[in-house]
């Protein structure tokens, strides 16, 4: 678009509108100009405008002379009237200039003073938004403080929760504050201290239920002993309970079940609190893993320092109060804090302490002979081991230690059982022993085992009495209870393995009566040579088998009540040294046999026979039927004593007719032997043992052969063996060859020619014999 041209009547109407001196004015006009100067600018009309400026300048000033020239006068008066108000105006102006000077300065102190108070209320402002922010500071570092105050008062959760409140503020001023902004990456670091502290309280904790748990142990193993005697009481009460012990299915149904919470009690409270808030706490900050780890850590450093190394026995029963008490706490809080823990952790502590506790164990009775140690060690672990199968332990290690020290115990027991037999005979006089008093033969009774129909004659024997076993029987039944008690009273309450203890105890027993008692009883029958003391012995070890008998039905109907097996004692060693006493009452029957026919004064060579015995035979006869009438022994042992005694004076006489004492006898000294045996055969019958003149069948029948001449009568077949049987040819020719020695050395015809017979009859013996029961 062309820009707008300005014609000359516009310019002029332009500048008439421009009152540069209008009076009326108290300012120049001057912000007309503006516009008017730049459009003629614009429109290049400068020198237009001039010349037109100067035709106005002009024309005005042909306008004011002609004024002026018309009122002169009146101009020269105004002018003086001006110069008046000039002055008075200059006056005016130089007060107004002095009040504005000082009402520019008291201008300038309001507007300093309101930029003042404007700095003040913007000041005011900020202060007010400072205090705001510092207070909802001290609110937060209130906060802050108020966890540390519950860390120190141990309210770890509420610290915990407030941390929690602290992060979760609304969004305000303080949220954009480098203050908050640290407050809120310390957070981490409160909770570390809050986890630290926790964890510090939970190791406090542990060091304190390390104290107590010996004191847990304690309560525990008084309770469970305290119910294991009032169960045995009431199982002696009742046969039928016996085959139950503490802890079975019976057990638990039938007893009155009054468990006590060792955990809580009136002798002890253990406050599982600091663990609980611990396990919550590393919950919360998801750390649980890190917070099990460290528990398990510390339980098994705590259960390493248990046993010390090595373990003293005087010590294990507080050892094993402290082990149970460990294991009970370990129970319950694997029973009250759900995952916490695992049944395989506390397996694993368990059954790494228990194979120390095996081991210990082991290595302290290793050197050990006495016998009351081990059962001091069993009675400790059985009421451990039955206090912690309540609590459902697995201790079957901890039975098999048990069997393995019972084992042992009973090698000990029979060691120091077997001395104790030694000693006793050494010491036993073997004599009958006496009761005086009813009360001391009640008490004897009690102890040895009898057959019930003697026990029953003794009890209503007269008093004083003599019993029919010494000293030494009575001692060893006495000590064979004793052995049985302490054997027993090992197992009790060992629920397993009764076969083997029952074999064992057989084993023991047997190798006991056999080796210990028995062969005690041989040795002393070597040095005894009193014949009522070897009879006394007989006495006693028939007391010992019939013993042996009653303690078999004894231990057996014990074991049925327990489900053991039966007993099964061997008395052959018994019946064996009974032999050999026999033997040796009989030995010593001879050794005085011998004295009586060293008395004997037979004349093998005599003129005629003789219609009695010899005299010593009577006296022979009147002591071996006292004698042996008066042993104490059984009737059958009686006869055995007879029959060997009746045996040897066979022998002697036999001894006569073929023995190299006598080379040469004749016919009427075998007669004489004859009558002796038949007075011998006749006094055996007297005295109702006529089935003991079989000894003298031989004897009798080689004198008929030899008094009847009936030699060759035995040298048939037929007649040998039906008559003559018991005659053994080389006997009957050495008797014939006595007599052929005789005849040969008489000078008379008959009695050389007798001699030549027997001669020939001994030499037919022999031919037709040779060897045959030689």
Not at 154 to 162: D, F, M, T, V
Not at 426 to 438: R, S
Not at 590 to 614: H, M, V
Request: proline share 3%; charged share 25%.
């Amino acid at each position: 678009m062309a820009p707008q041209r300005h014609t000359q009547e516009n310019i002029d109407q332009q500048l008439q509108q421009i009152h540069l001196l209008d009076p009326s004015s108290s300012s120049e006009n001057l912000e007309q100009l503006g516009p008017i100067i730049k459009q003629i600018h614009a429109n290049r009309q400068q020198e237009a405008y001039l010349r037109n400026l100067q035709a106005l300048i002009a024309t005005k000033d042909s306008e004011i002379e002609q004024i002026c020239t018309d009122n002169y006068q009146e101009f020269i008066s105004s002018a003086s009237t001006l110069f008046t108000v000039k002055s008075y105006t200059n006056n005016l102006r130089d007060k107004i200039t002095t009040l504005d000077a000082s009402v520019s300065q008291v201008g300038r102190g309001l507007v300093e003073k309101k930029r003042t108070l404007l700095q003040s209320k913007k000041t005011a402002a900020k202060l007010d938004e400072a205090i705001d922010t510092l207070q909802a500071c001290l609110k937060v570092l209130d906060v802050v403080n108020r966890i540390g105050e519950l860390i120190k008062e141990e309210k770890y959760w509420s610290a915990l929760r407030s941390l929690e409140d602290i992060q979760s503020l609304p969004s305000n001023s303080l949220s954009q504050t480098p203050f908050y902004q640290h407050l809120l990456s310390s957070l981490p670091s409160l909770r570390i201290q809050i986890q630290n502290a926790v964890t510090a309280s939970m190791k406090q904790w542990l060091l304190e239920i390390r104290n107590v748990s010996g004191l847990v142990g304690k309560l525990a193993l008084e309770a469970m002993d305290y119910r294991t005697r009032k169960w045995r009481s009431r199982r002696e009460k009742d046969p039928m309970l016996r085959l139950s012990r503490v802890g079975s299915a019976v057990e638990m149904v039938i007893q009155e079940r009054s468990d006590i919470n060792v955990l809580d009690s009136e002798k002890l409270k253990v406050d599982f609190t600091p663990l609980y808030q611990c396990i919550h706490i590393y919950t919360t900050l998801d750390s649980i893993d890190d917070l099990r780890r460290s528990y398990q850590a510390d339980r098994k450093a705590q259960s390493d320092l248990i046993l010390p190394d090595p373990l003293p026995l005087a010590s294990l029963p507080n050892l094993t109060q402290e082990i149970c008490g460990f294991f009970i706490i370990e129970s319950h809080v694997l029973e009250t804090t759900g995952n916490f823990r695992s049944e395989r952790e506390v397996e694993e502590l368990w059954e790494a302490l228990v194979a120390r506790l095996a081991s210990a164990v082991n290595e302290s009775l290793a050197n050990e002979t006495d016998p009351d140690s081990f059962l001091r060690v069993k009675e400790c672990l059985i009421g451990f081991v039955t206090t912690l199968e309540s609590y459902s332990y697995a201790t079957q290690s901890l039975h098999s230690l048990i069997l393995t020290l019972f084992e042992k115990y009973a090698g000990l027991l029979e060691g120091q059982f077997s001395r104790r037999f030694d000693g006793i005979f050494l010491e036993d006089d073997h004599l009958p022993m006496q009761v005086t008093i009813p009360s001391e033969r009640d008490s004897v009774l009690a102890v040895v085992w009898l057959d019930p129909s003697e026990q029953e004659a003794l009890s209503k024997s007269d008093l004083p009495l003599s019993l029919p076993w010494s000293q030494g029987f009575f001692l060893c039944c006495q000590d064979i209870r004793n052995f049985i008690q302490k054997f027993y009273h090992f197992v009790d309450g060992v629920s397993q393995h009764h076969g083997n203890i029952d074999e064992l105890l057989n084993k023991s027993l047997d190798k006991l009566l056999a080796n210990h008692i028995s062969g005690s009883i041989s040795k002393c029958l070597s040095s005894t040579s009193t014949l009522s003391q070897v009879v006394q012995i007989v006495s006693n070890l028939e007391h010992f088998e019939v013993a042996c008998s009653e303690l078999e039905r004894s231990l057996t109907s014990l074991r049925s009540t327990q489900r053991g097996g039966a007993i099964r004692l061997s008395s052959s060693s018994f019946a064996n040294t009974i032999t050999r006493a026999l033997n040796r009452v009989t030995g010593l029957i001879t050794s005085k046999l011998d004295d009586f026919f060293d008395l004997a004064e037979y004349d093998w060579t005599p003129q005629s026979r003789e219609d009695t015995p010899s005299m010593y035979l009577y006296e022979l006869i009147n002591w071996l039927t006292t004698i042996v009438d008066s042993l104490v022994i059984k009737e059958v042992y009686k006869d055995e004593a007879y029959r060997g005694a009746v045996g040897y004076i066979a022998e002697c006489l036999m001894n006569f007719m073929i023995g190299p004492d006598v080379p040469a006898m004749n016919e009427n000294a075998v007669s004489n032997i004859l009558v002796d045996t038949e007075f011998l055969e006749g006094e055996l019958t007297r005295i109702g043992r006529d089935h003991l003149s079989s000894v003298f069948a031989e004897l009798h029948s080689m004198a008929s052969v030899i008094l009847n001449d009936a030699v060759q009568d035995y040298l048939v077949p037929q007649v040998r063996q039906t008559t003559y049987s018991v005659i053994r040819p080389k006997r009957l020719q050495t008797l014939l060859e006595k007599l052929t020695r005789y005849g040969s050395s008489r000078r008379d015809a008959q009695s050389r020619e007798r001699g030549d017979r027997r001669r020939k009859e001994a030499e037919a013996v022999g031919r037709v014999f040779p060897g045959e029961n030689r």
